[in-house]
């Protein structure tokens, strides 16, 4: 059993290139991982005070000092995986601020390897 831990979501340094260029128009920001429907399973970037974190959303972690938080049906799915977000050409989710930028954020994953998860912030 590994005694290393990784951190629950980590960026790729073209997501946080892309972030540091959405922060310059919107310096208060938060993701959420989205569980579906319309926007399929995008992480999706708000302002953090037109954002509701919900009683059961779940904080992995931050990226480029972000928080980064999925709702508690969606972690009970990937709390066995690392989240990497990642930028790709195309566009954002409708309300994601990454809409209209010619690129999105892309969420891949890759499975923990024993007990390398993590603790959760605060817990």
């Known amino acids: 059993m590994s005694t290393?831990?990784?951190?629950?979501?980590?960026a790729t340094e073209a997501a946080l290139d892309f972030l540091a260029e959405i922060q310059r128009d919107h310096p208060d920001i938060?993701?959420?991982q989205s569980g579906g429907c319309c926007d399929g399973s995008s992480p999706m970037?708000?302002?953090a005070n037109e954002y509701r974190v919900g009683e059961?959303?779940?904080k992995l972690g931050e990226i480029g000092g972000v928080?980064?938080?999925i709702s508690g049906s969606q972690y009970a799915v990937w709390a066995h995986t690392q989240l990497i977000i990642d930028v790709v050409p195309g566009r954002g989710?409708?309300?994601?601020?990454?809409?209209g930028r010619e690129r999105r954020f892309l969420t891949r994953s890759r499975?923990?390897?024993?007990?390398?998860?993590c603790p959760l912030p605060g817990a």
């Open 45 to 47: 970037c708000y302002p």
């Open 30 to 32: 938060l993701f959420h």
């Open 93 to 99: 989710g409708m309300f994601s601020l990454d809409n």
């Open 4 to 10: 290393e831990t990784a951190p629950r979501v980590v």
């Open 56 to 58: 059961t959303d779940v």
């Open 67 to 69: 928080p980064f938080y």
């Open 111 to 117: 499975l923990f390897a024993g007990g390398e998860a």
